[in-house]
């Protein structure tokens, strides 16, 4: 068996196999994979773990906790692989199951106070507007109290929907919904979150 990285020719082999895989499809790398190359998965990673820690990182507290869920995804990527049935783009699968670790993380810590970063704000809060940098610093303080008091699922909507910006259709493959129910879920979602922002501007 080859060891990677044993000389500097194999260190250029190994360059060029990465290079070579890159003109393979994601369905072509499922299947070679499947089939035992190991190097296979390592590409499939390689392509979507920016896109998986991006919305991994909405819900983890820290950088530690993070680098576990990213790894529980792939760890379930694997194990899960003879699943993908090529019905549908290899990553919204795997972004249905990055959707469903993060929340199973958030269930299994409901109770928990989070601090979780947030990138932006690209909806109405409902409290006082003001304008430029400090209106912002001020939205993001504000999510980042009130979004871990927000039940697994109404953290999960807003997340998808409004930060991510997933489509309802969208939300409904990544979690299993309905659409009407990801509609009702995101509705409620919204009036909850809205109501922990006014306890704040009343207690603030």
């Not at 991994?56 to 576990?68: K, N, P, T, V």
């Not at 299993?176 to 990801?182: C, D, L, Q």
């Amino acid at each position: 068996m080859n060891r990677p990285y044993a000389n500097a020719d194999m260190d250029r082999k190994s360059r060029d196999d990465v290079m070579a895989m890159s003109g393979i499809t994601d369905e072509g790398l499922v299947g070679a994979a499947l089939s035992g190359d190991d190097e296979a998965f390592a590409e499939l990673i390689r392509r979507h773990k920016r896109k998986v820690a991006s919305t991994a990182s909405r819900f983890a507290r820290d950088i530690q906790e993070l680098d576990d869920i990213c790894q529980d995804i792939f760890i379930k990527v694997y194990q899960n692989l003879g699943g993908f049935r090529g019905d549908a783009p290899f990553s919204h699968w795997l972004m249905r199951i990055a959707v469903r670790t993060c929340y199973d993380a958030l269930r299994a810590r409901r109770r928990e106070r989070l601090n979780v970063p947030l990138d932006s704000v690209d909806f109405a809060l409902g409290g006082p507007s003001t304008e430029g940098q400090e209106s912002a610093r001020h939205a993001k303080f504000l999510l980042d109290r009130v979004m871990p008091r927000l039940k697994p699922e109404e953290r999960l909507v807003i997340t998808l929907v409004e930060l991510e910006g997933y489509s309802v259709k969208e939300v409904a493959g990544l979690t299993g919904w309905s659409e009407s129910n990801v509609k009702v879920r995101a509705f409620r979602a919204r009036h909850a979150l809205k109501k922990l922002i006014g306890e704040e501007y009343e207690t603030g």
